[in-house]
Nanobody, 125 residues
Framework: QVQLVESGGGLVQAGGSLRLSCAAS????????MAWFRQAPGKEREFVAT????????YYADSVKGRFTISRDNAKNTVYLQMNSLNPEDTAVYYC??????????????????WGQGTQVTVSS
């Protein structure tokens, strides 16, 4: 059974930091591109960041570039999202996603075949 489990969400003040983790099981993690998406209330799910399966390349949405960092540890089957300088507009449910057998996943949600249950991030002003 393929499973992605996110953790690390919570409530933080504006300007603060959080680190999200996503542990994968049941898939060949090292051959899967990984990504983070987010969905705020009343809005569509949007791309945040993606990392290639070898961790060599990363791509970010303009709204988080310079503040967020995606990384992965293939030995631990885990992908991370370090979020700094958070602001209230970052409040959303954050989802981890996997695109199996692809080097790079891209920014389109429908290209990803496995999703986690999400973790809530709330940034207070």
């Amino acid at each position: 059974q393929v499973q992605l489990v996110e953790s690390g969400g919570g409530l933080v003040q504006a300007g603060g930091s959080l680190r999200l983790s996503c542990a994968a099981s049941g898939l060949t993690f090292s051959t899967s591109a990984m990504a983070w998406f987010r969905q705020a209330p009343g809005k569509e799910r949007e791309f945040v960041a993606t990392v290639t399966r070898d961790a060599y390349r990363t791509y970010y949405a303009d709204s988080v570039k310079g503040r967020f960092t995606i990384s992965r540890d293939n030995a631990k089957n885990t992908v991370y999202l370090q979020m700094n300088s958070l602001n209230p507009e970052d409040t959303a449910v954050y989802y981890c996603a996997a695109r199996a057998r692809y080097y790079s996943g891209g920014s389109r949600a429908h290209d990803y075949d496995t999703w986690g249950q999400g973790t809530q991030v709330t940034v207070s002003s």
